[in-house]
């Protein structure tokens, strides 16, 4: 659901989600035009920034979090965002984890050492309060 609208605005997918679209809030209101337009309902922010710069355009659009839009947002913050009271709906990664399990398995393709080079990690569910069902129309 995400490549599509940003597509759509012509923005560089490799930079990432609303807050940096096009680097400023603004990117976040057109994505969620954009997103609204199709009808989404339901939107994964991948960091945190994300989520906030979506939720704040959602609000000023008059949008209901979690009536009209859900958002769910993917670990914990990562870089800058405004200061926000919304209890964000999502996941806790493990990111100590994650880094030490890559230095491993890097480490042993280097060492020529077998190795998995895929490992799952659980993340934690964090239950916020902007996820709900789709709206009924």
Same mark, same amino acid.
């Given at each position: =659901?995400?490549?599509? $609208?940003?597509?759509?605005?012509? @923005?560089? @997918?490799?930079? +990432?989600?609303? =807050?940096?679209?096009? =680097?400023? *809030?603004?990117?976040?209101?057109?994505?969620?035009?954009?997103?609204?337009?199709?009808?989404?309902?339901?939107?994964? %922010?991948?960091?945190?920034?994300?989520?906030?710069?979506?939720?704040?355009?959602?609000? %000023?659009? +008059?949008?209901?979090?979690? =009536?009209?839009?859900?958002? /769910?947002?993917?670990?914990?913050?990562? /870089?800058?965002? %405004?200061?926000?009271?919304?209890?964000? !709906? &999502?996941?806790?990664? $493990?990111?100590?984890?994650?880094?030490?399990?890559?230095?491993?398995?890097? !480490?042993?393709?280097?060492?020529? !050492?077998?190795? &998995? *080079?895929?490992?799952?990690?659980?993340?934690?569910?964090?239950?916020?309060?902007?996820? &709900? $069902? $789709?709206?009924?129309?």
């Amino acid at each position: =659901g995400w490549h599509e $609208p940003v597509k759509g605005l012509g @923005q560089d @997918q490799a930079g +990432g989600g609303a =807050g940096t679209a096009t =680097g400023t *809030t603004r990117g976040a209101v057109e994505v969620l035009d954009a997103l609204v337009a199709r009808g989404v309902t339901a939107v994964l %922010a991948e960091d945190h920034a994300d989520g906030v710069a979506l939720a704040e355009a959602a609000s %000023a659009r +008059g949008l209901a979090m979690p =009536g009209d839009l859900s958002l /769910r947002r993917l670990g914990d913050p990562v /870089r800058r965002s %405004a200061p926000t009271s919304v209890e964000f !709906t &999502g996941f806790r990664i $493990p990111r100590r984890q994650l880094g030490c399990e890559a230095v491993e398995v890097l !480490t042993a393709l280097i060492e020529d !050492t077998p190795t &998995g *080079t895929q490992r799952l990690l659980d993340c934690e569910l964090v239950r916020g309060a902007t996820l &709900g $069902p $789709p709206p009924a129309n």
